[in-house]
């Protein structure tokens, strides 16, 4: 099983569409979690941190469940410049400073 | 600007053939990490260092060296260019005490080498 799993897309939708991606990890150990957005041709930048509490920031919301090891992000009214690669990634709990990336999810939005 | 400096952006090789991609910081974060990203496979880690001096193998370390002689350089050397190192190939740094902050990730990443080996 890879550690970290996302759908593998792509995703197309409409403008203003709510779009979900989903992930999943393997070690259990596991104590950090994000989202990384990554543009065309460009570097991976933070989108958000993932807690089990969920966090929302403006159209984003991710959440955290530990039990099932999943991770969700939902963007609403999703705009154009939504488009891009989301990427799902997990920092293991015995070194903290390594990143696992999921393969990724690229979204395009169509107006 | 702050950040992570990675040179050159763009590089093609022949086969058997050497080079350095280089990485630089000016942060003076201890952590430094090296990652190959290809079609359909996500990032995947290299190398990484946790200071100056101090090197470790991540998931696919075959086929290319580092040294960290300073905290700011992080070079990663290919020694004989195989095409299936054709990829892009990003730099990340990290302030290892703020990495343990809840929510925090502080990775910065350079904006990438595109090599192609022929």
């Known amino acids: 099983r890879k550690e970290v799993e996302q759908d593998p897309g792509p995703f197309n939708v409409p403008e203003g569409a709510t779009v979900a991606f989903n992930c999943t990890y393997s070690n259990s150990a596991s104590q950090s979690f994000f989202w990384y957005r990554q543009d065309c041709r460009k570097e991976p930048k933070l989108l958000m941190s993932v807690y089990s509490s969920g966090n929302e920031d403006g159209r984003f919301t991710a959440q955290l469940n530990r039990a099932s090891q999943y991770i969700s992000l939902l963007i609403r009214d999703s705009k154009l410049s939504d488009s891009a690669t989301y990427l799902c990634?997990?920092?293991?709990?015995?070194?903290?400073?390594?990143?696992?990336f999921g393969k990724g999810t690229l979204l395009t939005v169509n107006p | 600007n702050a950040g992570v400096t990675q040179t050159p952006k763009f590089q093609v090789l022949k086969t058997g053939q050497s080079m350095t991609l280089q990485c630089a910081q000016d942060m003076n974060h201890e952590y430094m990490s090296w990652y190959r990203q290809d079609p359909g496979m996500g990032l995947r880690l290299i190398h990484y260092?946790?200071?100056?001096?101090?090197?470790d193998q991540g998931e696919v370390p075959n086929g290319y060296n580092v040294s960290r002689s300073t905290t700011e350089d992080f070079p990663l050397r290919l020694l004989s260019a195989a095409p299936s190192q054709t990829s892009v190939y990003f730099c990340a740094s990290m302030h290892l005490g703020q990495g343990r902050e809840k929510g925090s990730d502080g990775y910065t990443f350079g904006s990438g080498t595109r090599l192609t080996v022929v």
């Open positions: 260092s946790v200071g100056a001096g101090i090197t």
């Open positions: 990634v997990v920092k293991s709990g015995g070194s903290n400073y390594k990143l696992t």
